[in-house]
């Protein structure tokens, strides 16, 4: 398994600061990032979150997936590789 994880459906409100600290309680985060639209810089509603390994990967996404954040059900599963 990857520890790098998907994270959908977040709130417009939230940024990398907030990620860390949500997933923070379930391990250490390597590196986490909002994906923002190019023109606007407002985010897209999605991002990725790197765990420090497999187990603080798979227990963030057990605890997050479905989970309400600000209003918003999130989608967290393990991140697809780039094509």
């Given amino acids: 398994?990857?520890?790098?994880?998907?994270v959908?459906?977040?709130?417009?409100?939230?940024?990398a600061a907030h990620l860390r600290?949500?997933?923070g309680e379930f391990g250490e985060v390597v590196d986490a990032v909002v994906i923002t639209?190019?023109?606007?810089?407002?985010?897209?509603?999605?991002?990725?979150?790197?765990?420090?390994n497999d187990d603080a990967a798979q227990a963030a996404i057990s605890a997050m997936n479905g989970s309400d954040l600000d209003g918003?059900?999130?989608t967290v599963n393990v991140a697809k590789p780039r094509r």
């Fill in 1 to 6: 398994m990857s520890s790098k994880l998907y």
């Fill in 8 to 15: 959908g459906n977040l709130p417009f409100s939230s940024d």
């Fill in 21 to 23: 600290t949500v997933f």
């Fill in 37 to 52: 639209d190019r023109d606007t810089g407002r985010s897209r509603g999605f991002g990725f979150v790197e765990m420090a």
């Fill in 72 to 74: 918003r059900q999130l």
